[in-house]
């Protein structure tokens, strides 16, 4: 928001290294062997076969792509259990199930267990020997987790703690033999974190949840009656529970945007080729322009979304680098996951509601066949739906988007208020027409700088109007919210596009400029509406005309003409019968 990015700072998926490749390869293929012809015994949760499927991946060494090598780990970039997670997305019930375990089953333990904690179960979660958990959400207790009764108490000789509680939507809780627990020592004004065995007496498991989608990802409400933990089983120390789910749910939230990504490549492949084979009035469904409307923007929103994950998970990797110096008592990455809450909470918001856009479309591109449960796009549409909820509601993580920025902007991390004033102040010097550059990237620029600047103009006059009440204006804030999010997502497709052009040279990037022409026109769009929702709804005389011409200023965009553009990205997709890009 505050500074400028280069194509060189951020990382694209056309340079996945050899390694890279072959990882993603390894899980795609055992996604088409093991997983894809099993879908329907997967969802009626036939006993045993989702933990032997994950226990196969096991033996691949797909559980462990995050964890140590010491534990038995491939100790992978942050980037590459992304793109393990990209292609796993496309998996259905599975891709659940292998998330759950991957992340926040398993990282909870690697990034704040002790050197016992790590020895004695990172292995066998590695391997798969042993699947994980998260138990979090409580009947009264789902988006504000810290409000959880679960309770823990010592043992009079010291040597236990007493858990009592429920738990409920816990994934994996079938057949999960570890089980991150969150609960509040005797009266705790806020939660610690446990490491629970199945196998501990006093844990009775709820009958399987009935699901709209992910029917095959066993989900469970848990009940712990007096279940005697070890003392040696609490997890980074009494109180540090809040603070653990807060950083796992950050590093969630954007592994969930690499799901969405596979899923939605998944889905738009089912769509072009049925267009490709349907016709009617003598022709291919491919061919008529209100399909290939549909098809263009199923690849636009997941190029988009693409751009934008890739980008985020290698700042991760590159703070974590940094934070080895400086980061004493906690692990570098679950902190560099915190400093990006941000792009973590963008990256679900815009990929989940990318992904709902993709698979709706895939159901209108089939027709009444789409209705129909024999059809591939059903359960894409049904399995899709859980992504808004998953890690927080998107009505949360608007939430979290604008309110971390403010928060950022008070403690001066960054200069987030200086200059929102100084856009407010510009207004008065602000010419009625704005030339814009005849060199294509710097046109394109200037276009997202401007918008920008508005957003920054808009943050300055709502908390200068609201002052400290403006946390209770969530329609304002989800405004605001939505544009930052429109912001990053489109600024990461154009770094993208101006790398791929780097890398491999204008001809290379024709049909990327399409995609970013056809996204940013929408995006200024979708800017300057927000920007008049926010602005209408808490100014109003000078101050309101003194805002609207600020935004006439700052969302001027140059003529796209996006019929075209959309039907030459959708006769790329036509023409290679799948998702290419």
Request: charge should be negative; glycine fraction near 8%; charged fraction near 25%.
């Amino acid at each position: 928001m505050v500074e400028e990015t280069l194509p060189a700072d951020i990382f694209i998926p056309e340079e996945f290294s050899e390694e890279q490749r072959m990882i993603a390869q390894t899980c795609r293929d055992f996604i088409d062997t093991e997983v894809m012809p099993v879908l329907d015994r997967i969802d009626s949760q036939e006993e045993g076969l989702m933990q032997a499927l994950l226990s196969k991946a096991g033996e691949l060494g797909l559980l462990g792509i995050s964890l140590p090598e010491e534990y038995l780990g491939f100790g992978q970039s942050v980037v590459t259990s992304m793109l393990a997670s990209e292609v796993m997305g496309a998996a259905h019930s599975f891709a659940v199930a292998y998330s759950c375990h991957t992340g926040i089953g398993s990282l909870p333990i690697a990034y704040y267990g002790n050197e016992f904690q790590k020895t004695k179960y990172l292995p066998k979660l590695a391997t798969g020997e042993w699947k994980g958990a998260y138990c979090l959400t409580e009947p009264g207790a789902g988006s504000d987790a810290n409000s959880g009764k679960t309770q823990a108490i010592l043992s009079d000789d010291g040597t236990h703690y007493i858990l009592n509680g429920q738990k409920m939507w816990i994934t994996n809780a079938g057949f999960a033999d570890i089980m991150t627990v969150f609960a509040k020592i005797d009266n705790d004004r806020v939660l610690s974190a446990f490491i629970v065995e199945r196998s501990f007496p006093g844990i009775v498991f709820n009958p399987e949840e009935k699901k709209m989608g992910i029917k095959g990802s066993s989900t469970r409400q848990i009940f712990f009656n007096d279940v005697r933990i070890p003392v040696e089983n609490l997890l980074a120390g009494r109180g540090q529970g809040f603070r653990i789910a807060l950083s796992i749910l950050h590093m969630g939230r954007l592994k969930l945007g690499g799901n969405v990504i596979g899923a939605a490549k998944m889905a738009t492949s089912h769509s072009v080729r049925y267009a490709n084979e349907r016709k009617q009035f003598g022709e291919r469904i491919s061919a008529f322009g209100a399909i290939r409307y549909k098809l263009a923007e199923q690849v636009i929103r997941t190029f988009t979304t693409e751009s934008a994950v890739y980008r985020a998970a290698h700042d991760v990797d590159l703070l974590s680098e940094e934070y080895k110096t400086v980061c004493l008592n906690e692990n570098p990455t679950i902190t560099a996951f915190a400093h990006m809450a941000i792009e973590a909470a963008i990256l679900k918001v815009y990929g989940s509601e990318a992904l709902d856009y993709v698979v709706d479309e895939a159901v209108q591109v089939f027709g009444g066949m789409g209705y129909s449960a024999e059809m591939p796009v059903d359960r894409c549409y049904r399995d899709s739906r859980i992504n808004r909820i998953f890690e927080g509601t998107n009505e949360i993580n608007r939430i979290l988007v604008i309110d971390t920025l403010l928060k950022r902007g008070q403690k001066k991390d960054i200069d987030l208020y200086g200059q929102g004033e100084a856009a407010y102040r510009s207004i008065d010097d602000l010419d009625d027409f704005i030339g814009l550059p005849e060199d294509y990237f710097q046109r394109k620029s200037l276009i997202i700088a401007n918008l920008k600047k508005l957003a920054l103009c808009l943050i300055h006059a709502a908390s200068v109007k609201h002052q400290k009440n403006l946390i209770w204006e969530q329609e304002i804030l989800c405004n605001l919210s939505d544009m930052i999010m429109n912001l990053y997502v489109s600024e990461s497709t154009l770094l993208r596009v101006q790398k791929i052009e780097l890398l491999k040279g204008v001809p290379a990037g024709t049909v990327f400029r399409d995609i970013l022409d056809v996204n940013l026109f929408d995006t200024v769009a979708s800017v300057h509406r927000s920007a008049l929702e926010a602005a209408n709804s808490f100014a109003e005389g000078d101050e309101l005309i003194r805002l609207v011409k600020g935004m006439k200023h700052w969302t001027i965009s140059d003529p796209v003409n996006v019929k075209e553009a959309r039907r030459r990205i959708a006769a790329v997709l036509i023409d290679n019968n799948r998702y290419p890009f």
